[in-house]
């Protein structure tokens, strides 16, 4: 079974929660607006406090704790542990390079990776939120197709496929002296099997 691995965030809920309801961030509010949840996929934060958690299984307080190169070191023979216990065959992983990082060093077998970096060197959080976007989209998308959820959902997603370009638009009211709209490269490549 694959695993749906998603980082925490520094947004959360005042009171002790299971993950899905204690993270606010951008990851989980996109989650959230998919209330049939994935039933093909089982669901695990990568906290940068308590290390791999199944989301339905263990219930957190709010902590205030950033995921860095060092934690991601620190914390990886504790991820491996918790890695090996849950019994999952690979992962999808999806938060920034400090998560990857962490999934990396606990040698967790890593089939996706959705990250924040863009064409040409960009990074941030609406790259990947896009991306996180388009991938929840494209899950129920299928589901839907189908009579029931296929077994593999997703067999592969590359976030270096050069899909269409697009371009966009120029900003309103923009200070930019020969403002042009710049190419975006489209991240989805999916293959459904049943």
């Known amino acids: 079974m694959k695993a749906l691995i998603l980082a ?12 899905r309801e204690l993270y606010r961030g951008v990851l989980w509010t996109e989650l959230a607006r998919h209330p049939s949840g ?23 307080a709010p902590y205030d704790r950033k995921m860095t190169p060092a934690r991601a070191q620190a914390l990886a023979k504790q991820i491996r542990a918790q890695w090996i216990q849950s019994g999952c065959d690979e992962a999808i992983v999806v938060g920034g390079a400090d ?25 941030g959080l609406g790259i990947l939120r896009k991306r996180w976007r388009a991938f929840l989209t494209a899950i129920h998308r299928e589901a839907n197709r189908h009579a029931g959820p296929p077994v593999e959902t997703i067999a592969r997603w590359r976030a270096d496929h050069p899909g269409p370009r697009t371009t966009r638009a120029p900003r309103r009211n923009s200070t930019r ?15 459904v099997t049943r």
């Open 8 to 19: 925490c965030s520094k947004t959360k809920a005042d009171a002790p929660a299971f993950p």
């Open 38 to 60: 994935l039933p093909q996929l089982r669901l695990f934060v990568l906290s940068a406090e308590h290390g791999l958690l199944e989301t339905c299984r263990h219930r957190i």
């Open 99 to 123: 998560y990857q990082q962490a999934a990396e060093l606990a040698g967790i077998p890593i089939a996706i990776r959705l990250d924040g970096r863009g064409p040409a060197g960009a990074r």
């Open 177 to 191: 002296k020969n403002s042009t709209p710049q190419p975006i490269q489209q991240t989805l490549c999916l293959e």
